[in-house]
């Protein structure tokens, strides 16, 4: 899985427009409609980045777990965290190979995190350990890339953004796998004491698989697929639909 360096500390910065707001309603719908948990809902946010959803899940009354891969990511979501006054404990683990936790009454991957994982055993094991640490009628709920946001939409293109702060570059092309993409990423960040641009440069990975192929392995997890939406609808995907929505119920 790719990690973040550098892009850790600009992340939120880049991200300022990403729908938060969406994703928290949209876990809050589904737990609505398919939870049976009374009380306060332990919530455990996988490949949580900077946090910035941790908080706002923390701050409409959930208890909060984060985890993520990079140590960066954990750093800035642990200095946001005491400075929004909430208390979330946040730790580093791979999310195909969780170890010591407690049971929690909600998991999600949002952002696309899972389309991180490499492989097919990389997913099958997220999902296996996400189904032992799931209490008995737990919901898990993970958005990913749909197959066509993947090859149409990013394969090939470049991105581009230009601000007097931080400026990016960003390349896709196919990657080494069926269903992929490498983004690469070179960023120039205004060093207000010099006030020249420092560059640097890294590369990240994608790669999605299609809905049966989720839906089946979910299924051999141990869950029961409840809904498949996609774009922030508790619709059927559509050709055209961007990112696809699954919620599972153990």
């Known amino acids: 899985m790719s990690g973040y360096e550098q892009f850790a500390y600009l992340y939120d910065e880049l991200m300022s427009d990403a729908p938060y707001d969406q994703w928290v309603k949209f876990v809050k719908d589904v737990l609505g409609k398919f939870s049976s948990h009374e009380g306060t809902s332990h919530l455990l946010d996988l490949a949580c980045g900077t946090g910035e959803l941790s908080i706002r899940f923390a701050q409409e009354g959930f208890k909060v777990t984060g985890i993520d891969l990079s140590e960066d990511m954990l750093a800035v979501a642990q200095a946001k965290a005491v400075d929004a006054g909430v208390h979330i404990p946040f ?147 559509q050709i055209k639909s961007e990112r696809i929505f699954f919620v599972a119920k153990k």
């Open 91 to 237: 730790y580093q683990q791979d999310m195909a190979a969780l170890d010591g936790l407690d049971q929690f009454d909600v998991i999600g991957i949002f952002c696309d995190s899972l389309n991180y994982l490499k492989t097919e055993k990389d997913v099958i094991s997220t999902f296996s350990h996400v189904f032992q640490f799931l209490k008995e009628g737990g919901i898990f709920l993970f958005d990913v890339h749909s197959l066509y946001k993947i090859n149409d939409i990013f394969i090939g293109q470049t991105f581009a953004q230009n601000e007097e702060d931080v400026s990016y570059i960003w390349n896709s092309f196919p990657g080494e796998y069926p269903n992929s993409v490498e983004h690469d990423l070179s960023f120039f960040v205004l060093d207000e004491k010099t006030q020249k641009y420092d560059r640097f440069d890294e590369l990240h990975f994608q790669r999605t698989f299609s809905i049966e192929h989720y839906s089946k392995w979910l299924t051999e997890a141990g869950f029961t697929v409840m809904e498949i939406g996609a774009d922030f609808k508790h619709e059927p995907p």
